[in-house]
Structures are given as structure tokens and as C-alpha cells.
């Protein structure tokens, strides 16, 4: 919405059907339909691992390339808070990566200050 205004947003969802702005103001926390589990995947398209969200929970487990679930230091869960389509980390193991979601209806690519550091896509 930045760089919109109020009164052109408004106007824009009334062309869509949606009389009122009073679905945006009851959107859940979290982004909408970020719940799931995903298959992150490098550039290249090499398996890293899953991730699992639940509201403003998420778990992290390392993959072999075939996304099989391995033993690693870097498995664990914690916690994330969305801003818009945005998701950070608060706490776990992506907390130390110092990274940033953007979810996407087809996925979420995550990014760090080196740029775009993996997709992931629903399983």
C-alpha cells in the first residue's frame, strides 16, 4: 500500500467488489495463508530444507537434495512476526541467519543483505 493513497485504495478495492476496507483491518497477524510447510530450495534450485508455519510459529529442518529431513545443528523452531506480506524471524534458528520473508501466493522467498538467499515452495 505505500506510495497509495487511503482514498485511492478504498477506490481500487471498490472496483474489485469489495465494498468496505473492513476485511483489511480484520486480517489475522500473520499473512495471509503463510501456514503450511515449504520446500526451500538455493538460486540453483538445490535442496536446503522445510519450513513449517503455524501462525506465528515456524520450525526449520535441514534437507538432503531430495528433501529428506536430516540431523543438523540449524534444526529448531521458534517464532515470527509478520509485517504486511513480510515475516521476520524473532527467535530460532533464521533469527541467527538475519533474514526476511516475503510470502507470495506461490511461495516465500527468503532474503538476507546479500540478497535472495532461497525460495520455498508449498509441499
Known amino acids: 500500500m505505500a ?19 473492513a476485511c483489511i483491518a480484520a486480517q489475522p ?6 501456514d503450511g510447510t515449504y520446500g526451500c530450495a538455493d ?3 538445490i535442496a536446503l ?4 508455519i503455524s501462525g506465528s ?28 506480506n513480510y515475516f521476520v524471524p524473532v527467535t530460532g534458528p533464521m533469527a541467527r541467519w538475519n533474514v526476511t520473508g516475503a510470502v507470495a501466493a506461490n511461495g516465500i522467498n527468503i532474503n538476507n543483505n546479500g540478497g535472495n538467499l532461497m525460495g520455498c515452495r508449498r509441499r
Not at 530444507?49 to 513449517?52: A, D, N, Q, Y
Not at 529442518?61 to 512476526?81: H, I, L, M, W, Y
Open 49 to 52: 530444507g522445510l519450513l513449517s
Open 43 to 45: 538460486v540453483t534450485g
Open 29 to 34: 497477524a500473520t499473512a495471509a495463508g503463510a
Open 57 to 84: 510459529s515456524y520450525t526449520w529442518t535441514k534437507t538432503d537434495t531430495g528433501f529428506r529431513p536430516q540431523q543438523a545443528n540449524e534444526n529448531g523452531s521458534g517464532t515470527v512476526r509478520f509485517d504486511g
Open 3 to 21: 506510495g497509495v493513497s487511503r482514498v485511492r485504495w478504498i477506490a481500487m478495492l471498490a472496483a474489485f467488489g469489495i465494498a468496505s476496507t
